[in-house]
């Protein structure tokens, strides 16, 4: 016998098993079908959670404010020994004027302290530079630098008036736990629910294996491979695979577009239905590949038990 007259063989009988044993079989999609849609939600909550982190930490800078005798060759100085750092993103600079037109754009109905800053009759404020880190957890390195130079009386380091990262350190680790935090979890859940899945997925097709246990039984003794045996049963969970892919995938659909216009609210700029229509691709093959996969596995495996008990 051929191969490919095998392989149809082993498809078109999988395929038979498959709705033939229409309980088990249903059993076996809405459990890997549950199992899909949480893995689908955590991809979600995992980019979700990964914008808005991305927006906390843009909001967080160290902001080094210099003296206002500072020249803007001093400043720039630092700047650029600043830039130079493989911790540093970003560094901008922020000149006395602009910190000036800022000040007064903030205090604009206090006026009082417009009336004050009137009577000094010249700018107080210096020159500022702020610092994004790469990482939020290197922020620290990039304070204790500026210390550096500022005890040691560098050129610029000497008109450096202060450095506000200990105003923020403590945003900063909380929002550097929060990061490793949820990255951690993420993994733990992932893991927690892939081999539960392969669990699950597993007993459930053991089922169908014990409703043809005769068919096996005479597979056996008439000599058949334990491919030709276990094929059907692979196909089959195949199919449990792709049949619950495609419904988590079409479920989504109108619960992301519901649940669209309040996550952007909630989350800022993140959308759920626009990361599901821009995802789509990679939604699609985690899904269906992780489907495909966990079926395949588990009837290989609960079949192969089987053959050796």
């Keep these: 016998m051929s191969t490919w007259t095998t392989t149809k063989r082993i498809a078109r009988y999988g395929l038979i098993g498959f709705v033939r044993n229409g309980f088990v079989s249903l059993a076996a999609v809405m459990v890997m079908t549950i199992t899909l849609f949480v893995v689908a939600w955590l991809m979600i909550a995992g980019a ?73 009759g010249e700018n107080p404020f210096g020159a500022a530079l702020e610092v994004r880190a790469k990482q939020t957890s290197q922020y620290e390195v990039i304070a204790k630098y500026l210390e550096a130079q500022q005890s040691a009386q560098t050129d610029s380091g000497s008109v450096i008036d202060k450095v506000d990262f200990y105003q923020n350190k403590t945003a900063i680790d909380k929002l550097t736990n929060i990061i490793d935090t949820s990255r951690s979890l993420g993994l733990g859940i992932a893991l927690i629910l892939a081999v539960s899945s392969v ?45 619950s892919g495609v419904i988590v995938l079409a479920i989504l659909y109108p619960l992301t ?49 089987y053959l050796r008990s």
């Design 199 to 243: 669990l699950i997925a597993f007993n459930t097709i053991r089922l169908a294996i014990y409703t043809a246990r005769d068919e096996i039984g005479v597979m056996n003794i008439v000599g058949a491979s334990h491919w030709y045996v276990r094929g059907p049963f692979v196909v089959a969970g195949v199919l449990y695979g792709i049949l």
């Design 48 to 120: 979700a959670l990964t914008s808005t982190l991305t927006q906390l930490t843009e909001k967080v800078d160290v902001t080094v404010y210099f003296t206002t005798g500072a020249t803007e060759a001093q400043v720039t100085q630092l700047q650029t020994s600043l830039e130079n750092l493989p911790e540093v993103a970003s560094v901008v600079y922020i000149s006395r004027d602009q910190a000036l037109s800022t000040f007064r754009a903030r205090h604009q109905d206090d006026q009082l302290t417009i009336q004050a800053l009137e009577e000094l």
């Design 257 to 305: 577009a519901w649940l669209g216009p309040g996550s952007e609210s909630f989350l800022g700029s993140f959308n759920v239905f626009t990361y599901y229509t821009t995802s789509f691709p990679s939604l699609f093959l985690v899904i269906l590949g992780s489907g495909i996969g966990l079926g395949a596995l588990s009837s290989y495996l609960a079949v192969r038990r």
